[in-house]
């Protein structure tokens, strides 16, 4: 009887070492319900919604460009505004999926900032270019996420990417930024007695104070770090010397 709960015993543990011996698969959930980043995945749903977001930013911009006639102004700024949105409706989705099926990835990680940079730099130069938006807000809005993007890489380097992770003032600011962009390019009346350059317009003021906000909330967060980085490190100790019992003792 004893040697029977032995053997029990004995299989127990070896299951259970089994258990804690198995790799965890990358790209599933693990703890706190938060994904595990899979640096090997280089292609899947939420990667290809972000390429789409990157195809879609000549579509819109070409939009203007077409034939006189093909058509009018008021289809030209529906169309574009149309695909716009489609293009910032990806920008969620793509997050949304990757992290309930759990496929986060490094890469999708990387592409994914970069896309939105340039689908709201295109539209920014496009409306200033159109006449419906201002250059030095434009210049604030595109500086600032070139100045922040070039921030998070060298915090990242350091091991401090967290500290400069994207904050509620961040998600608001782009909210307002989406705002201001379908509503300038769409540019025609939509909502009686209410102007949508107007909207638009001011949307893009809020959009900019944000963005300066923003900027320096995480400026603030950063300089510790930065600080930290720039002090003179100690030099190291020299390590000390072995020594040999064989060795013939100096009388």
Request: aromatic residues 8%.
């Amino acid at each position: 009887m004893w040697q029977r709960a032995r053997i029990a015993v004995a299989r127990k543990v070896k299951g259970a070492e089994r258990v804690r011996m198995t790799p965890r698969p990358t790209g599933v959930t693990c703890e706190a319900g938060r994904s595990a980043i899979d640096p090997a995945v280089t292609f899947n749903i939420p990667i290809a919604l972000t390429w789409l977001r990157i195809v879609l930013i000549p579509v819109f911009v070409g939009v203007y460009y077409l034939p006189d006639g093909w058509l009018s102004p008021a289809m030209q700024n529906w169309l574009a505004m149309v695909v716009f949105a489609l293009a910032a409706i990806t920008d969620w989705l793509d997050g949304y999926l990757a992290r309930r099926w759990g496929e986060v990835s490094a890469f999708g990680a990387f592409l994914d900032p970069v896309a939105d940079k340039l689908m709201v730099a295109a539209a920014l130069i496009m409306l200033v270019q159109l006449g419906r938006a201002d250059s030095w807000l434009a210049i604030i809005i595109i500086g600032r996420e070139i100045a922040i993007s070039a921030l998070r890489e060298w915090m990242a380097q350091l091991g401090k990417s967290t500290s400069v992770a994207v904050a509620f003032i961040g998600k608001v600011k782009t909210a307002a930024q989406m705002v201001a962009i379908i509503a300038l390019l769409l540019w025609e009346p939509v909502i009686p007695g209410v102007s949508t350059p107007w909207v638009g317009t001011v949307a893009l003021w809020i959009a900019a104070l944000l963005t300066l906000w923003s900027m320096l909330h995480y400026l603030r967060l950063a300089a510790p770090h930065v600080s930290e980085s720039a002090r003179p490190k100690p030099p190291a100790a020299a390590p000390l010397a072995s020594i040999d019992p064989n060795a013939p003792k100096k009388l």
